[in-house]
């Protein structure tokens, strides 16, 4: 049986910013992102502003009318990585298996070095010791420990802040029973509300719910997941960054509401395409280097070509602009029925961030809050001021009869 521990860090940004500046210990701390004011969503609360009902969804004009005192501050996204890099190294010093799974949380498989789960509690307590003296002394984790990556996640979310959790077959019950469905990672709010009508509430339920039943609301292959999920089980292995298995190309392509003749109609889609295919880029944490442009015409004969940057990208921008200059180039006699956009030549991007320039850790971190942005409320709702330049470009172009269809 595998020993898998998880760490998560206890209200992450707010606290590195309390250990940063003794100042805002003990006091309400909401840690929001830069420059756009009143409005901006509070990205993280320190346990003090928790207490006061203040909540992350809430805007800083909201958070301060339900709680006066509290101190806004603004994010400060160098500082939260260069803690996480010292959280992760520490790990690594207990095991080569370390996935990280955000700025915040890695799983550690520890089913080498450990005999039992005893053995993995005693590391865990070492490793919060040393988050103490080694990072800083006012951060805290919890750790969540178990049989494999699901409950281990799970268990790590049960005690907060500092907890230490451990699932095993002496508990694996109980907690199923009185697990929420929308608890477990990768269930969620959405998925957990095409539960509940079927009258699945905890994991337990979930369990016993007959797999034929879950079939009739969920495809085969999520059903099944589906009731393991319940069952708490789980065979994904901890994946450290040199062994993700990668993708051999990500892809978009959208066909046309009507065949447009003005390849700057095509524009507006392209750019819709690479932002998309950059998100699922950044997304699997994957670079890419080769971008492809395909054009099909109304009679389905199709144009493509590829260039290959001397660096590598996730940049929605950069491919945009890379594929902006391929169409640029072609002349075109034919109606545009199609524009599909690729990228291929791959590698992952865990490993650069230490390697990064100043300027383009910002610009990363940037896209990064954007991106958690729109999974949240939706494609385009937040984009940079450079593509909003494009934007208008493109809906200058004289006839723009397609003006809202991708933008
Ligand atoms: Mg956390």
Known sequence: ???????????????????????????????????????????????????????????????????????????????????????????????????IFSIDEAFVDLTRICKNIEEAQNIALDIKARLKSEVGDYLTCSIGISHNKLLAKLASEKQKPDGLTIIDKNNLNDILATTPIEDVCGIGPRLSKRLYPLGIKSMQDLAQTNLQRLTHFFNPRQAKILKMMGQGIDYEPVLPYWQFPLEKSYGHSYTLPKNVFKKEEAFKVLLKLAEKVARRLRKAKVLGRTIHIYIRFFDFTSYGEQTTLTHFTNDGLEIYQVGLKIITKYHFSKPIRAVGISITNLKNSVDTPALLLPEDIKNNEVIKASDAINDRYGEFTLFRASLTKIKDKVQNIPDGRNKRIML
């Open 1 to 99: 049986m595998k020993i898998i521990l998880h760490v998560d860090m206890n209200s992450y940004f707010a606290t590195a910013e309390q250990q940063s500046n003794p100042f805002l210990r003990g006091k309400p701390v909401c840690v929001a992102g830069k420059g756009s004011g009143e409005r901006t969503i509070c990205a993280a609360l320190s346990v003090e502003a928790k207490k006061m009902g203040v909540k992350g969804i809430m805007s800083v004009w909201e958070a301060r009318n339900l709680c006066p005192d509290i101190i806004v501050v603004a994010a400060d996204f160098n500082k939260y990585q260069f803690i996480s890099r010292q959280l992760f190294s520490i790990l690594e010093s207990y095991s080569p298996n370390v996935e």
